[in-house]
């Protein structure tokens, strides 16, 4: 047993763009589908592979994807950056790949999260997330734990001014 729900989207005559079907408050421009239907999409094809919910869903598995680059727009663009109201970061340089490839992680203690990541290890690969932080931000931050650019030289000039709380 199945519902379909139909509802008018009238089509509007526009001097610059044509006939053009109007915007509605259920949908998305350009989207056949309503909002909650979409963020419904979106959780499962998070979950599952997007053959696996055009089949469940029964709609086909490209417009399972188009749907989910369509919500991940939309969400994104009204994210807080993650950035804002970092104030106990913990940064981490670590091996991979049998100790050959290196990755750089920063994490916010507060939020318990990674808020940046990057190939690589030492004072460059660090500074490249200081350029990111505006200002406020870089003030804001008044404690970091970790591994900081150990791997190389020891702690990198930037972080030795900041408060060094422990490892973890």
């Known amino acids: 047993m199945g519902v379909e729900l139909m509802g008018l989207a009238p089509r509007v005559a526009c001097a610059e763009h044509g006939v053009v079907v109007a915007q509605v408050p259920w949908a998305e421009p350009g989207s056949r589908f309503t909002r909650d239907f979409e963020m419904e999409r979106a959780w499962l094809t998070a979950v599952a592979s997007r053959k696996t919910v055009g089949g469940f869903l029964r709609i086909a598995w490209r417009t399972a994807g ?19 109201g970092l104030t106990a970061i913990g940064v981490d340089e670590t091996s991979y790949r049998k100790g050959r490839t290196y990755i750089t992680v920063v994490v916010d203690h507060k939020r318990k999260r990674v808020v940046w990541a990057h190939d690589g290890y030492g004072k460059e690969v660090l500074d490249l997330f200081f350029r990111q932080l505006t200002d406020e931000q870089r003030a804001s931050i008044t404690a970091v734990t970790g591994c900081v650019c150990s791997i190389e030289s020891g702690p990198c000039e930037r972080v030795e001014s900041l408060q060094m709380s422990g490892r973890f």
């Open 66 to 84: 188009d749907i989910a680059r369509r919500v991940a727009a939309r969400l994104g663009s009204s994210m807080p950056c993650m950035f804002d």
